[in-house]
């Protein structure tokens, strides 16, 4: 367009003969890559010995997720083991936290119950607009999403003051991460997490859970809400029937959030 004559501003009215196109969705999509216990430092399967690596598994899992372009990456606890190095912490800097820093992707996670002080000397240096442990107060991924973290608590009865979620949430759709043992999916036990404690204290309602912790996936539905342990990113369970090496793919549909599996090669 170019200025009316005279100084005169041009006025940009419909008619009849005008013809509107939407430029995109006016629903905007997000897609999250959810990974869990990657152990990165353990070098062998914890019953068979074979040998694993979970250094390679994350790398894979992450690189998934920057070709399809995702919002943010989302750990659920346990990144690394007690026996990683720095070896192992330069590698995953190199190959997850600088591939995700070219693609502008953010990383968020919980801390779970292993951890090495290498690792967390790297979690330290990375902390900043692309690396959070998140918490309660959550993280807003966009306009649509909120991301809520609980650290991992040893007791089963994780304290009221951990869980000062906030009042209002704008974003219309809310995931929490934890790393526990939720009685909704394990039954109770003395170590198990009961939801219905955390969601009273939200004030609102959960539009999905996931779960670290326990190295198989599993998933259920609670109270309309789906809850779901999230499995290992390598071989690690120790089940006859095992449902590990896996991480997910979480895409907002219409207010609401589909889970697709991703089978790490």
């Avoid at 040998?51 to 920057?66: M, N, V």
Wanted: charged fraction near 20%.
């Amino acid at each position: 367009m170019q200025k009316g004559g005279h100084g005169f501003a041009i006025d940009l009215a419909p008619s009849k003969k005008t013809l509107i196109e939407p430029l995109g969705s006016t629903d905007p999509t997000t897609r999250l890559l959810v990974v869990g216990d990657t152990h990165i430092g353990r070098r062998t399967h914890p019953r068979t010995g074979k040998k694993i690596s979970p250094r390679h598994a994350l790398a894979t899992a992450i690189q998934y997720g920057i070709d399809r372009d995702v919002d943010a990456v989302v750990h659920v606890g346990d990144i690394f083991h007690e026996s990683a190095t720095s070896t192992h912490t330069d590698h995953v800097d190199t190959h997850v936290f600088g591939p995700l820093a070219d693609a502008n992707i953010p990383f968020y996670y919980i801390t779970g119950n292993h951890s090495s002080s290498p690792g967390d000397e790297l979690l330290q240096q990375r902390t900043g607009s692309l690396v959070t442990n998140v918490g309660p107060r959550g993280a807003s991924i966009n306009s649509q999403v909120r991301v809520f973290g609980l650290n991992h608590h040893p007791d089963g009865n994780i304290p009221l003051s951990d869980l000062a979620f906030p009042n209002l949430v704008p974003e219309p759709l809310s995931i929490l991460i934890l790393h526990q043992t939720i009685e909704q999916l394990s039954g109770h036990g003395p170590e198990t997490v009961d939801l219905e404690r955390i969601n009273h204290q939200f004030g609102g309602q959960f539009d999905f859970i996931l779960a670290g912790h326990h190295h198989d996936a599993y998933r259920t539905d609670w109270s309309d809400i789906p809850v779901m342990y999230t499995g290992a990113a390598e071989h690690m369970s120790t089940n006859d029937d095992p449902d590990d090496r896996i991480a997910w793919l979480l895409t907002t549909e219409n207010n609401s959030i589909v889970c697709d599996r991703y089978d790490i090669p």
